[in-house]
């Protein structure tokens, strides 16, 4: 029968045998998450920087179950009731009043209707905002155009400007080339009379 000696004995070698194992499983685990982090391009900074965002997200989410009463948890999720039709600014018609509809007598006109409100989407906006922004966005384009056609037919004026200069430069230098031409051909026409005229003077001619 084993002794108590040799029993803690083996249960020493055993726990070192574990520790063994769990250090092995330990460094490949290691080897796998730089893999990764090398494949992905990340850093142990990056890790920290994710894992600090989720525990604030979590403890910001503990504080909001624990802390804010459920009437006023609720009141976050309320559909709108209002809106402008200017600007498609919503207002669920609890909590303080937003200024385009604070002074309004009458609020009925700010009204929505069951479908548009279910209507609005992720963003808290409507789709008639959203058809609303659309129209901005073609007025403002319209706008844009004429702008666009006076400054091409201004490029294409000019371009023409130009051509025009350039003609007639050219027209002004072949003109002084014919003046030019036109200067030469009496002088030669002179000189030749001349030799001609020497030529018969001379005493051989005479003879």
């Not at 894992?51 to 709108?80: E, F, T």
């Not at 037919?153 to 051509?163: E, F, L, N, S």
């Amino acid at each position: 029968m084993a002794t108590l000696e040799q029993i803690q004995a083996r249960m020493k070698k055993l726990q070192a045998q574990a520790e063994a194992l769990l250090a092995k499983r330990a460094q490949a685990a290691v080897d796998q998450i730089r893999e990764l982090m090398i494949k992905h391009g990340l850093t142990t900074a990056d890790i920290e920087a994710r894992a600090k965002a989720r525990r604030q997200a979590k403890a910001a989410g503990h504080r909001l179950s624990n802390g804010v009463p459920k009437a006023a948890s609720a009141k976050g999720k309320m559909p709108p009731k209002y809106r402008d039709p200017r600007t498609g600014a919503t207002w669920s018609g609890h909590a303080r009043p937003p200024a385009w509809i604070k002074d309004a007598k009458d609020r009925t006109r700010f009204l929505i209707d069951g479908t548009a409100a279910i209507a609005l989407n992720d963003n808290g906006a409507s789709k008639a905002t959203t058809a609303a922004k659309k129209v901005s966005a073609k007025k403002a384009a319209a706008k844009k155009a004429p702008a666009k056609k006076a400054a091409a037919k201004k490029v294409v004026a000019r371009k023409a400007a130009k051509k025009k200069v350039a003609a007639k430069k050219l027209v002004t230098k072949k003109a002084a080339a014919k003046k030019t031409v036109a200067k030469k051909a009496p002088t030669a026409k002179r000189a030749y009379v001349r030799k001609t005229a020497a030529k018969n003077a001379a005493p051989g001619a005479a003879a």
